[in-house]
């Protein structure tokens, strides 16, 4: 049974940071292209980071993010990160990490698993 448990969310001021995780297990992690998303109230799911399963992990930004988020993976813990900083209070949502075999996409309906999501709240 696939499980993907994300942790790290919480409250934080304007300019702050915080580190999402998200645990993999039930898969070969290190096949599995990584994203995360966020959907905040009243908006559809966005896009907000991937990673490739390979060695290069490349990465993927959406727009919004670009230069404050950074995605990672440890694929010896079965562990995506969301290194994110400079946050700003439109970044309040909740976020979600997925798994998908094959290559990282931006839409999520081609994404395979999911976790439960975790709060992230950005105050001014």
């Known amino acids: 049974q696939v499980q993907l448990v994300e942790s790290g969310g919480g409250l934080v001021q304007a300019g702050g940071s915080l580190r999402l995780s998200c645990a993999a297990s039930?898969?070969?992690?290190?096949?599995?292209?990584m994203g995360w998303f966020r959907q905040a109230p009243g908006k559809e799911r966005e896009f907000v980071a991937q990673?490739?399963?390979?060695?290069?992990?490349?990465?993927y930004y959406a727009d919004s993010v670009k230069g404050r988020f950074t995605i990672s993976r440890d694929n010896a813990k079965n562990t995506v990160y969301l290194q994110m900083n400079s946050l700003k209070p439109e970044d309040t949502a909740v976020y979600y990490c997925?798994?998908?075999?094959?290559?990282?996409?931006?839409?999520?309906?081609?994404?395979?698993?999911w976790g439960q999501g975790t709060q992230v709240t950005v105050s001014s």
């Open positions: 997925a798994a998908r075999r094959g290559s990282p996409v931006t839409t999520g309906y081609e994404y395979n698993y």
């Open positions: 039930g898969l070969t992690f290190s096949v599995y292209a």
């Open positions: 990673i490739r399963w390979s060695s290069s992990s490349s990465t």
